[in-house]
């Protein structure tokens, strides 16, 4: 059974920075590739970033030169650092392995 944790959501001013870590349990991560969603009030779950297991990286438009995905497989750990935060950054952020998902941590940027 994999299980996936993500830690380090908080309340964060624009312009500040948050680090995301997303820790799994029950597998080698090093295999998959991983994945961050975000999903704001109202609106649909949205792919942010994905890592592949070679460390190809990708992102949306939305959060390009701003936000950095990770992996250490050695800590079975992908992070994500969110660097010059926005208002409409706010939102729930889940890290995904094929078809598992954590639970989520809340991200919110104020003005």
């Known amino acids: 059974q994999v299980h996936l944790v993500e830690s380090g959501g908080g309340l964060v001013q624009a312009g500040g920075s948050l680090r995301l870590s997303c820790g799994a349990s029950?597998?080698?991560?090093?295999?998959?590739?991983m994945s961050w969603y975000r999903q704001a009030p109202g609106k649909q779950r949205e792919l942010v970033a994905s890592?592949?297991?070679?460390?190809?990286?990708s992102y949306a438009d939305s959060v390009k030169g701003r936000f950095t995905i990770s992996r250490d497989n050695g800590k079975n750990t992908v992070y994500l650092q969110m660097n010059s935060l926005k208002t409409e950054d706010t939102g729930g952020y889940y890290c995904?392995?094929?078809?598992?998902w954590g639970q989520g941590t809340q991200v919110t940027v104020s003005s």
């Open positions: 995904s392995l094929n078809s598992y």
């Open positions: 029950g597998t080698m991560i090093r295999f998959y590739s």
């Open positions: 890592i592949t297991s070679s460390g190809t990286t």
